[in-house]
């Protein structure tokens, strides 16, 4: 079965300490990986996903086939950070979503 | 910018009520999904299209039933709605490379928070 783990419920950090936000999965295939974030009243849009390579908002994430994982990393995080994230592994038409993170960033 | 739109952004029903919410997408994207976010569930697929008729079950489709008669719409509807379908409901679409079995970014709408009394 297709499963995503995002083992932290909540994670809360200083503006400017670094942050991880894990996410685990268990998939069939070589799955293309993926991060959402909702910010407070806005809608669920994407932040990055694994084939891009690239650093969205000064995150970056690594897939790491061996330990199937596709952790969220910035190092150092900011207010406006605060939001709920969610792990995305995809399948041939569909993504399988965690259960999500919030992050709050305190100043 | 794509946009998708839901045509409420909060219900009201009560119990055995049918419900529909409605779903528009302007980008022309062949694949349409319904989800339904719950806090400490995260959001769970419910049903998808990747054409115009063509639906396939989610992870939780019980208790629903979709239409898509139009490329632009994608309907939900609760045949009979209960208290646990007491939830926001949210709507995606994008595209697909036919094929490729590679996704594209799903663009979401701004969901429907539906309460069944």
């Known amino acids: 079965a297709q499963r995503v783990t995002q083992p932290e419920k909540l994670l809360s950090v200083f503006k400017g300490a670094p942050v991880e936000l894990k996410c685990n999965y268990s998939y069939s295939g070589s799955p293309e990986l993926f991060w959402y974030v909702q910010y407070s009243r806005q809608r669920l849009q994407l932040l990055l996903r694994h084939i891009s390579r690239e650093s969205i908002k000064g995150f970056t994430a690594d897939l790491n086939k061996g330990e199937t994982s596709f952790h969220l990393k910035k190092p150092f995080a900011q207010e406006e950070d605060s939001a709920m994230y969610y792990c995305?592994?995809?399948?041939?038409?569909?993504?399988?979503f965690g259960k999500g993170t919030m992050l709050l960033v305190s100043p | 910018d794509v946009k998708v739109t839901q045509s409420s952004r909060y219900l009201v029903k009560r119990t055995g009520e049918k419900v529909f919410l409605e779903c528009v997408q302007d980008m022309d994207h062949e694949n349409m999904f319904w989800y339904r976010q719950d806090p400490g569930l995260g959001l769970r697929l419910i049903y998808f299209?990747?054409?115009?008729?063509?639906?396939e079950k989610g992870d939780i489709p019980e208790g629903y039933s979709v239409s898509r008669e139009k490329k632009e719409r994608f309907s939900l509807i609760l045949e009979s709605a209960s208290t646990n379908q007491t939830s926001m409901y949210l709507c995606?679409?994008?595209?697909?490379?036919?094929?490729?079995?590679?996704?594209?970014?799903?663009?979401f709408g701004p969901g429907t928070r539906l309460t069944v009394t």
């Open positions: 995305a592994p995809s399948g041939y038409s569909t993504l399988t």
């Open positions: 299209s990747y054409d115009v008729k063509m639906k």
């Open positions: 995606a679409s994008s595209s697909s490379l036919r094929g490729s079995g590679r996704n594209y970014e799903q663009y």
